[in-house]
């Protein structure tokens, strides 16, 4: 009997998308029916199981991972021979660090949703110095109330200087009944409408 795993590593596969997962060390309970709780814990390293999948698939051109952990070991251990064909990642910036340096043919960079700040910045800063110019397509996306970000997207932006699509998404959050509309959303569109001749200019 053929196993998921086994099927999945024989595809030879162009785009792959992974969504939605969940920090394999973290504890998680179960409440059946009868009220019992039984608890189960994986002591496996996901950053090298994906790591595992991508050696499988060398023709992968599309990587979506969206997700928010950090995998160490696969910051750690990704090589260029890992994703030898990736030209498009979508991944949370941090995760996305891990493959700046060593997939040359990427064009198109898709960062999910996080809060940024100076370290962040410094790391991504590094890991996007050689594939950074040559990243045509970026999509980032921007808390309504992310400071930092919003006082230092055009230092963001020109990591990437040779962008010929920019996608930029203001995430906010569902006004609960009776609550004021959060009028600081609407200031940050008005905002970033303002910067356009700015960001071109860069």
């Not at 998308?17 to 920090?23: A, V, Y």
């Not at 750690?76 to 979508?90: H, M, Y």
């Not at 910045?121 to 990243?135: H, K, L, N, R």
Request: net charge negative; proline share 5%; glycine share 4%.
């Amino acid at each position: 009997m053929v196993k998921f795993r086994e099927a999945v590593f024989n595809m030879k596969l162009i785009r792959m998308e992974i969504p939605f997962l969940r920090d394999p060390h973290a504890r998680y309970a179960c409440v059946w029916p009868g009220g019992s709780i039984i608890e189960d814990q994986w002591e496996g390293d996901l950053g090298e199981e994906i790591r595992k999948l991508l050696q499988a698939q060398p023709l992968l051109e599309e990587f979506k991972l969206s997700d928010s952990i950090t995998y160490t070991s696969l910051q750690a251990s990704l090589k260029a021979s890992d994703v030898p064909n990736l030209e498009s990642l979508q991944a949370d910036p941090i995760v996305a660090m891990a493959f700046l340096p060593v997939a040359a043919r990427l064009e198109n960079l898709n960062l999910t949703i996080t809060n940024w700040d100076d370290e962040l910045f410094s790391q991504m800063e590094t890991s996007s110095a050689t594939i950074g110019p040559f990243i045509r397509r970026v999509t980032i996306r921007v808390w309504y109330y992310d400071e930092w970000l919003w006082d230092n997207l055009a230092k963001v932006l020109a990591l990437f200087p040779g962008t010929e699509e920019l996608s930029i998404t203001i995430n906010s959050q569902t006004t609960a009944t009776g609550e004021e509309p959060a009028r600081y959303y609407f200031r940050m569109v008005q905002f970033l409408t303002s910067q356009w001749v700015f960001i071109r200019g860069f």
